[in-house]
Every structure is written in structure tokens, then in C-alpha cells.
């Protein structure tokens, strides 16, 4: 399975400083990675158009993704952007369902599906977060939690329109802390969720991949990255610094 790094770059940086960092990114990667690692920046939408130009124009190996979608196709719904609009952009990816929306915009689960529906209508690949807070890990209630969690969000997807999903696992007590859930948890909580969705079987299982997030950096990432089990990371705060989303990438062992 190929593995995918996918930078959140979260509410930072106006559209000038991302193509900077893109185009640090780009010249810092060493030639030819991209061809054994999905390479994915994840701008604010105000930046999608002009690093999609670049990515375009400069045929780069960097792939597209944008941080959230609307539920909605059409309409009256003011500050919305459609799957429609992003796929006009090239966009490849789009996350859903972070932590930080279902938190901090109260996104229900039945939201996070109908965006999930939205983006594989238009051949967008969602990048769809789960994860426990620190409250259900120690309560030992997590796995039914994430088992819900992904329940929904994958509620009447089917097969046939389904060519690629990956699910990113981010306890929440991990993301923005510092904190890393340990191998065994991520590994633990991975595997689980792989074996619930191979049951249902509703997609093809060679093109799902299944990757980590929370507190992400080069002391950790050798260990997450090069699991068996995890198919790759979606890291935030150190996304920005391209010195250590580069030292991520390379500490995937080809
Ligand atoms: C995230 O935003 O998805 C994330 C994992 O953030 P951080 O790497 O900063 O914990």
C-alpha cells in the first residue's frame, strides 16, 4: 500500500505565505518521492486556487486537499463551499469530520456523512477523522465510540462509487498536545477499525488506507510511519515547518 502524509495547515497562513511554503516543500522533497509516498498539503480555502494553479502549472507531485466541505450542494447557505466548487480546483482530498469541527461547530455525525456523500460524488477523496477523547479512553468506552463514529460515517456508501477513502485515527487528547498515542494504541485502535470496515465490506480494501494524526513530529514518526498497520500520517503543527514535514517524509523507509 502506498502511504500518504497529509499537512493540515489549519487556520494559518494567508494565500502568499502558503505558495512560499509550497514552494519550499516542493524544492526540500527529494526527486522521485512522490512517487512512493502520497504527498498532500491541506491549505485554508482562501489559498486552494492559487496553489492549485501551481500545482497545475508546474506539473508538481504534490497533491491537493482542502480542510472541510459543505453538506450542501446548492443554495442558501451563506460562507459554504460545495464539493462541486472544490472539484472545479483539482481538489484530490478533503478532510472531515476533524476534531476540531465536530468540536468547535458542533458537526454531527449525520453532517459528516452527508459530506462524506458530497465529496465521493464528486471523485473527491475523504479524508475522514475519528478518534476518542482522553474522558472515553480512560473510561474504556473508546473502541465503541470509534465504532460508532465510523458507522456513521460511512452509513449507505456504495461499493460501486467508492474508489478510495482513507480514515485517519486522531485521539483527540493527542492532536495540538504533544501527546502521541503509543504505538500499541494507535496500532490497537487501527486494527479494529480495519476489521469493522472489511466486515461491511463496501469498498474495495486494497485502496483504503487507514493512518494516524495527533502530535506527529520527526522524534515520533520513524516508529508510526514505517508500522505495518498504518498507512501514513496527517500531521498538523509540524506541516508548517517544511525542515520537519520533510523529515516526516523521509523517515518512511522505502
Ligand atoms: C491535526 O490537525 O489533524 C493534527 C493531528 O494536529 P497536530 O499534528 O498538530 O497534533
Redesign the pocket.
Known sequence: MKKIVIG?W?LNLDHLEAIQLLQKLNYTIEENKEEKIDIVVSPSHTSLRSIQTIIDTDKLNIKLSAQDVSQFNEGAYTGEVSSQQLSKLNVKYC?VG?S?RRTEFVESDETINKKIHNLIDKDITPVI?FGETLEQRNSNKYLEHITSQINSAVKGLRKDKVDNLVF?Y?PIW????GEVASIIDAVEVISMVKENVSEKAFYNNEKIRFIY????TPDNSEEILNSEIIDGA??????LNVDKFVTIINSINL
Open positions: 493540515n489549519k478532510i476533524h476540531e477523522c485517519a486522531e493527542a492532536i495540538g498536545t494524526g495527533g502530535s506527529v496527517l500531521v498538523g503543527g509540524a506541516s
